[in-house]
């Protein structure tokens, strides 16, 4: 494995695959991980694999779990009022933490939709922070969300002020939300736990369905409009070290060609992109 695994995340083989493929195809493509869902961590579960099981098939492939996610409505007011909502809620949060450290995963990645004011997001990240206890909680910015660029979700981490609160930095809301290198100033390197990387379409979804485009459509990377070769860079220059990176491609075209053929090519273009701008990263 290298230093810096590079992880097929879990959306890029989709949410039907089982958990035995999702491996044996992520390691045939070349990854050295892959990366779990809460809801595909629970298909495994219902399609029979006991933890046990998918330890042992991840050491008969010699592959790690090396990223789990995704913990939301973390800032929800009412997230203390048992209603099924709540419940589920916590279970899945639950869920997450179990699979952090059941796989040796340290870090877990998290979002928010919902908008609330600053100094309720701020409070209720480090609420969340504490519960996670040893386990990193990593902040994912997106341009359609209630955390919609790099500054507001850096604002939230600062004032929270937990050891385990970081950053995770995205090529496709990196892009979507217009950041440039000139907006890590003030960003402590060592406060970015991860990175995905994808790439974005030339024509942008509108606002009001950009979500969509995030979730069905994006490119494999260096394949679009959305310099990931520059946002690997950016990151590089100023002092970023990841600890994993990841190959998050959601897209409906692609993944109609079939996991392997997905995977494959997901894996080709971020070893491409990397080599040119990071090839570090892969030592």
């Known amino acids: 494995m ?5 992880t097929i995340s879990s959306y890029t083989l989709g949410t039907e695959i089982n958990f035995e493929d999702r491996v044996k195809i992520a390691k045939e493509a070349g990854y050295d991980g892959i990366g779990l869902r809460a809801e595909t961590y629970i298909l495994a579960v219902k399609q029979g694999y006991s ?4 330890l042992e098939i991840l050491a008969e492939h010699d592959m790690k779990v090396t990223e789990v996610e995704y913990i939301t409505l973390w800032a929800d007011p009412n997230k203390t009022i048992e209603t099924p909502e709540t419940l589920l809620q ?3 949060e639950q869920t997450i933490y179990h699979m952090a450290r059941l796989f040796g995963v340290g870090h877990i990645n998290c979002g928010l939709m919902e908008k609330y004011p600053a100094e309720v997001h701020i409070q209720a990240f480090k609420e969340l922070c504490t519960r996670a206890k040893e386990l990193v909680i990593g902040l994912e910015f997106m341009p359609y969300s209630g955390v919609p660029d790099l500054a507001s979700a850096w ?13 995770i930095l995205d090529t ?34 509108p606002d009001t369905i950009l979500r969509d485009e995030s979730m ?9 409009w959305g310099d990931t070769e520059g946002f690997l860079r950016a990151l590089k220059a100023h002092g970023i070290k990841p600890r994993v990176v990841g190959t998050e491609v959601i897209s409906d075209p692609i993944l109609s ?14 070893i491409e992109v990397i080599q040119n701008a990071w090839p570090e990263l892969l030592a």
């Open 2 to 6: 290298r230093n810096v695994p590079l």
């Open 51 to 54: 933890d046990e099981r998918m």
């Open 257 to 270: 060609q079939g996991y392997q053929k997905a995977a494959e090519q997901n894996y080709k273009t971020s």
């Open 172 to 205: 496709w809301h990196w892009a979507r939300a217009n950041m440039t290198a000139a907006d890590l100033e003030g960003v402590p390197a060592e406060k970015v736990v991860s990175i995905q990387i994808c790439d974005v379409l030339e024509r942008r979804y």
């Open 155 to 167: 604002n939230i981490v600062k004032e929270a002020d937990c050891e385990n609160g970081m950053l």
């Open 216 to 224: 069905h459509d994006r490119l494999c990377p260096g394949t679009g």
């Open 90 to 92: 916590q279970f899945k």
